[in-house]
C-alpha cells in the first residue's frame, strides 16, 4: 500500500538498503480456523520478505474486533503467546508493511479498521492506487475525517459512503472506484474477503488448512503452515468466504493477465510458485539467458548476495565457469545498527557484504545482480572486489535497464534518480566502475519465462519499469510526468 505523505530520499551513504527494490506489503487472511491469529502470525513470519517496517493482525470473535499493530518485525511482536492471547477468534487478517513515503507511523500500519454501519470492517492492502490522492481529496471536500496517510484508508471511506445494503456489495462498488494495482483481504463480522485488481498486478493465492480456508501474498506463507495450495486468485476476481463455503465473483469486465513481472526477479520468494512458475527455477532461467546473451571469458561467477544467487547459478551452469560464493553477507546487521556519522555511514555495504578474498584475488570475476536502481551499491561492491584483489570486475544484471519509475506497489525513485534512466550503458560501466556491464534484454526475460519474446500489441506482464508500458490510468501522476513518461515510451 502507499502513503500520500513525501519527504526526501536517503542517499547512498546514509543507508545501502535505499539502493534497493522494495515491495510495499504481504497480506494473509484465514477464516473458521480455532487457532487462527497463531498462523497468521506465522503466515506473516513467512512474507517478513516483503515488508519489514510494521505488522498488523485484527482478528473476530464472534462478539467483537480485536486489533494488533505494531512497529518492526512479525517476531518482535507477534511470537509472544500473550500477544497471540490478545487476538482471539477463529477468523484473522494481517499484513507486513514497508512504507515507501512518509514517516513508519503506528497510525499508518494496517489492517486498518473501521465500525461501518454494517458492523465492523477491516482491511489490508498490497499495491498502490493510482488515483487514490484524487479520492482522498474529493472524500475529505465531502466531509470525511482521515486517521492515516494510507491510500487503503481510501478504500474503507468508500465502502463505507456506499448505500448497498450487503457489506460484499459495498466492498465492489468502492473498488469500482479505484484505479493501480490491489491485492486485498478485509473481514467483516461474518465473511473473509479477498480481491484482487483486474490485471492481477499484485499477487494473491487460495489455501486451504484442514478444511478452512486462506489467502496469503505467496505461497510460502502456506507452506509454512503446512496449508495445501488451492489456485491463484483471477484478476479481477473477488472472493468471498463464510460458514457457507466459498464464492467467487468477477464484477469487473475480462482483461488479459498482466501480473508484475518483479515477483519474478526480485520480490517473490525464491521458495514460492508464481502463477504456476517456481520463482527460483525462473531466476535460474534468467541467469542462463543472461549467459547465452552476454558470453564473457572470465574464471569465476559471484553473485551479490542473497538477491544475485539463483540467478548466478544459473549463468554458471550455463557459461561453465565455476560459481563461488565471492561476496559473504552478514545477516545480523540492520537498519538501525547504521549510525549518522559519516565515517560509519560510509562503511554501509561492508557492515552487510564482506569479500571472500581466497575466491576473488587474482581472478577475473562476474559479479551477478538482480537489478541496478541507482547504481551507489554497485559502486561499493565493485571497489570491494578489486580492493579483495580482482584482477577483472565484470557485472552481469538479471533483468533488463530499470528506466521508468513504478506507481503500483514498488518503492522506486524518481527517473531523474535512476541510473539507467539517465545514463547509457557505457556511462553506467564508467560510473559503477567495472570491466564491462551488461543487461537481460527485454526479449530474454520473457524467453526465460517460457515466452517467444515480448510483443508489444500483447505484453503479457506489467514491465513498465523496463518499457514505459504502465498498463492502467495514472490520474494522480502531475501532467507534466504523465507527457515526459509518454515521449520515452514512445522513444523506447
Known amino acids: 500500500m502507499g502513503d500520500f505523505e513525501h519527504y526526501a530520499v536517503m542517499t547512498e551513504t546514509d543507508d545501502p538498503e535505499a539502493d534497493r527494490l522494495h515491495e510495499e506489503c504481504g497480506v494473509f487472511g484465514i477464516y473458521g480456523h480455532p487457532d487462527a491469529a497463531a498462523i497468521t502470525a506465522l503466515g506473516l513470519h513467512a512474507l517478513q520478505h516483503r515488508g519489514q517496517e510494521a505488522a498488523g493482525i485484527v482478528s473476530f470473535d464472534g462478539q467483537r474486533f480485536n486489533s494488533e499493530r505494531r512497529l518492526g518485525l512479525v517476531s518482535e511482536h507477534f511470537s509472544r503467546a500473550s500477544t497471540i492471547e490478545r487476538l482471539p477468534g477463529q477468523s484473522v487478517i494481517g499484513h507486513v508493511r514497508y512504507s515507501t513515503t512518509g514517516e513508519t507511523i503506528l497510525r499508518n500500519v494496517q489492517p486498518l479498521f473501521s465500525e461501518l454501519s454494517s458492523g465492523g470492517f477491516a482491511v489490508a492492502h498490497n499495491g498502490n492506487l493510482t488515483n487514490g490522492m484524487t479520492l482522498r481529496r474529493e472524500l475529505i471536500n465531502e466531509g470525511a475525517i482521515f486517521q492515516s496517510t494510507s491510500d487503503t484508508e481510501v478504500i474503507l471511506h468508500l465502502v ?13 462498488e468502492a473498488l469500482r472506484q479505484i484505479e493501480g494495482a490491489f491485492s486485498l483481504v478485509a473481514l467483516s463480522n461474518k465473511k473473509l474477503i479477498g480481491a484482487r485488481d483486474p490485471l492481477g498486478i499484485r499477487p494473491l493465492v487460495l489455501g486451504e488448512l484442514d478444511g478452512h480456508y486462506i489467502l496469503a501474498s ?3 506463507a502456506l507452506d509454512i503452515i503446512g496449508a495445501r495450495f488451492v489456485r491463484d486468485i483471477e484478476n479481477g476476481e473477488i472472493v468471498v468466504i463464510s460458514d457457507e463455503g466459498i464464492e467467487s465473483l468477477r464484477p ?13 526477479i526480485y ?6 510458485i508464481v502463477h504456476g512458475r517456481s520463482v527460483y527455477e525462473v531466476r535460474k532461467a534468467f541467469g542462463a539467458q543472461l549467459a547465452r546473451e552476454t558470453q564473457i571469458d572470465a574464471d569465476v561467477i559471484v553473485p551479490v548476495p542473497d538477491s544475485g544467487v539463483p540467478a548466478a547459478i544459473g549463468f554458471a551452469q550455463e557459461s561453465g565457469i565455476p560459481f563461488e560464493l565471492g561476496i559473504i553477507r552478514n545477516h545480523y546487521i540492520g537498519r538501525t545498527f547504521i549510525q549518522p556519522t559519516q565515517s560509519v555511514r560510509e562503511l554501509g555495504v561492508r557492515l552487510k557484504h564482506s569479500a571472500n578474498r581466497a575466491v576473488i ?5 562476474v559479479l551477478i545482480d538482480d537489478s541496478i536502481v541507482r547504481g551507489t551499491t554497485s559502486v561499493k561492491i565493485v571497489r570491494m572486489m578489486r580492493e579483495a584483489g580482482a584482477r577483472e570486475v565484470h557485472f552481469r544484471i538479471s533483468s533488463p535497464p530499470i528506466t521508468h519509475p513504478d506507481y503500483y506497489g514498488i518503492d522506486t525513485p524518481d527517473r531523474e534518480k535512476l541510473l539507467a534512466a539517465t545514463h547509457s550503458i557505457e556511462e553506467m560501466r564508467a560510473y559503477i566502475g567495472c570491466d564491462s556491464l551488461a543487461f537481460l534484454s527485454i526479449d530474454g526475460l520473457y524467453r526465460a519465462l517460457g515466452e517467444p519474446g515480448r510483443d508489444p500489441q500483447r505484453p503479457q506482464f506489467t514491465d513498465h519499469c523496463f518499457t514505459g508500458d504502465y498498463p492502467t490510468n495514472l490520474t494522480d501522476v502531475s501532467g507534466e510526468t504523465k507527457t515526459q513518461l509518454s515521449l520515452l515510451a514512445e522513444a523506447g
Open 160 to 172: 463505507a459512503k456506499s448505500r448497498r445494503n450487503r457489506v460484499v456489495e459495498r466492498f465492489i
Open 218 to 220: 505467496e505461497t510460502c
Open 267 to 272: 520480490f517473490a520468494r525464491p521458495d514460492s
Open 361 to 365: 584475488a587474482g581472478k577475473r570475476i
Open 252 to 264: 469487473f469486465p475480462k482483461k488479459p493477465m498482466r501480473p508484475c513481472i518483479f515477483e519474478y
